[in-house]
Every structure is written in C-alpha cells, then in structure tokens.
C-alpha cells in the first residue's frame, strides 16, 4: 500500500504544471531521492520473491520514462534523458541501502528466534 501511495505522490509531483510541496535546489536530487524511496519500499514490498523485485525495479525504470515522456505535454515541463539517468541511480541507491538492511534484520529476527529454522536459502 505504502507503494502505490508513493508512487501516486511521484506521478502527481512530476506531471502538474506547478510542482507542490518540498522541491530541492537541484532538480536531480529530487529524481534521485524520490526513486530511491521507491525502490527502497519496493524492495521490502517484494523480497521473499526476488522475480517480483526485479519486475518492480524494470517497472520502476518504465515509470521515470513514462514520466519524460508524460512531461512533453504538460505546460512548464519538459522531458530530459538526465532525469531518467537520475531515476535509474536513485534505484540503485535504493537497493544499496534496502539489501544490507534486510540482511542485517534478518540476521537479528534469526537471533530472537533460537528454537526455530532458518529459512532456506534462495
């Protein structure tokens, strides 16, 4: 759930005329920044199948193009092959942080848990 909110922000953000809200000073940040966030909650919404992970990763590189895109028609926006190129190293970001973090909590739930078995590995 807390994807498909954030991705609507994302969408709604990128294709008004006039963005609302917080923006950084440099317009690649705010690429940047938002698509980690994605990629980072995507990670988490589909870890225990990895298939799925790299769908929502490919979707979310679809979805920064569908958005240059989408901004050729909406007035005071315009559509750059660099946001794009923000968009994918925001996901990788994203994943950098979401893949150790997910070990290392799986490491900790493993110790609270002493008398159950481990999962079995992918």
């Known amino acids: 759930m807390l994807l498909v909110v954030m991705t609507t922000w994302v969408l709604w953000m ?3 005329p006039q963005p609302r809200g917080p923006a950084l000073p440099w317009d690649k940040a705010n690429h940047v920044g ?17 298939r799925a992970t790299l769908g929502l ?4 590189v ?8 989408g901004q050729m028609y909406v007035p ?3 559509a750059e092959a660099l946001d794009l190129l923000a968009d994918t190293v925001g996901i990788a970001i994203g994943l950098s942080i979401a893949l150790p973090l997910a070990r290392l909590l799986d490491r900790r739930r493993r110790r609270r848990l002493p008398g159950e078995q481990p999962p079995a590995p992918r």
Do not use: K, N, Q
Request: a positive charge; aromatic letters at 18%.
């Open 14 to 16: 990128a294709l008004t």
């Open 34 to 50: 938002a698509f980690a966030a994605l990629s980072f909650v995507a990670y988490f919404a589909s870890r225990d199948r990895p």
């Open 57 to 60: 990763c490919m979707g979310l």
């Open 62 to 69: 679809l979805l920064g193009a569908l958005i240059e895109w």
């Open 76 to 78: 005071g926006r315009y």
